[in-house]
């Protein structure tokens, strides 16, 4: 008798049932195809992809709700727009090995894999060519053999697609070779997973946290306050007992955040779900995406604004990232 191959995970259950269809998902809103400029060549370049319970927090009949906005393919990203860019941050020439990005001192960024549950249609690896340039390739060897050779690593932070795309072992797999190189000192995951698909944060998962022999800091990825609804409370509050520390980095998106109300309204109810805002990024200038762009000057008044309206720890360092450059470009 061959054995049973064991059941998916219910995150993995609902990741496979996004909806991936731009009129499905206008039909799930209550919105007549006429209400937006819907575009079946952009979902052709960059399909859709958005978790049902993601969906479920959108507002139906509203064209411009904020959640919808970030994931509707439309007409705007096939417009030329001068100074956006394939690669807008310069992933490319940072490159130290196979799915190994060296941009800033002691760290190094794994893409530890092209997948991820959402799409978002301002993602600045939306062209990045990820069936060559994954560091799971050939089971983590030549990623973590170029970490262990380099003693100037002192943290690795996992990127992608979204790095808890990856089921738990195959994380696992990573973790416990990079625990056998000693001049790490800490790890960071950057994911989008807890807030469009909070399920992913299960028993599992939460027991590899706790077993990781390093400091982990969990940076989630929202940007509007309704993003956040009491599933993504209870899995925030998960990560946090395992003992992950949570930051949130935002980006500045026309027609999603670009009001002192909605920047405001985000960082209280990251704080009040336990995250820390961390980065208010200005948008990377990658092809498909110049429709979301807010200018430097308004993004400056806006941050202004925000600063005189909440306590300090509430407001995210206002940033761009710009090839070559050190760190983050603060504005």
């Not at 952009?42 to 709700?65: I, N, Q, S, T």
């Not at 599933?231 to 935002?250: F, K, M, P, T, Y």
């Amino acid at each position: 008798m061959q054995p049973q191959a064991a059941a998916p995970a219910r995150w993995q259950r609902l990741w496979r049932e996004a909806v991936r269809d731009p009129r499905e998902l206008l039909g799930m809103l209550e919105l007549p195809e006429a209400a937006v400029a819907l575009s079946d060549d952009a979902a052709a370049e960059f399909p859709l992809r958005v978790p049902r319970g993601f969906v479920a927090r959108m507002r139906k009949g509203d064209p411009h709700d904020p959640l919808l906005r970030q994931v509707l393919p439309l007409d705007e990203e096939l417009r030329p727009m001068p100074g956006f860019a394939l690669d807008a941050v310069g992933d490319a020439a940072a490159k130290a090995g196979t799915g190994v990005i060296r941009k800033y001192r002691g760290r190094a960024l794994l893409i530890a894999t092209g997948s991820c549950a959402v799409h978002c249609r301002y993602c600045f690896r939306r062209h990045f060519p990820y069936g060559q340039e994954t560091a799971a390739a050939a089971g983590w060897r030549q990623t973590v053999d170029l970490i262990r050779r380099d003693a100037s690593i002192d943290e690795v932070i996992l990127s992608g697609g979204d790095p808890w795309s990856l089921a738990t072992d195959k994380l696992a797999e990573l973790t416990r070779a990079l625990a056998e190189i000693p001049h790490l000192k800490r790890l960071r995951v950057h994911t989008r997973l807890p807030v469009v698909l909070p399920e992913r944060v299960d028993e599992a998962l939460v027991g590899w946290i706790a077993a990781l022999p390093w400091p982990l800091t969990v940076v989630i990825h929202a940007n509007h306050a309704n993003e956040f609804d009491a599933a993504v409370d209870a899995a925030l509050a998960r990560l946090r007992d395992a003992g992950a520390a949570l930051l949130n980095q935002a980006v500045l998106l026309r027609g999603v955040n670009d009001d002192v109300e909605a920047l405001a309204a985000l960082s209280e109810r990251a704080f009040a779900a336990g995250v820390l805002p961390y980065y208010l990024h200005q948008l990377d200038r990658v092809q498909g995406a110049g429709h979301f762009e807010v200018d430097d000057v308004r993004a400056r008044a806006l941050h202004a604004a925000l600063a005189a309206r909440l306590s300090g720890y509430l407001v995210p360092r206002l940033v761009r990232e710009v090839a070559g450059d050190p760190g983050k470009r603060p504005l």
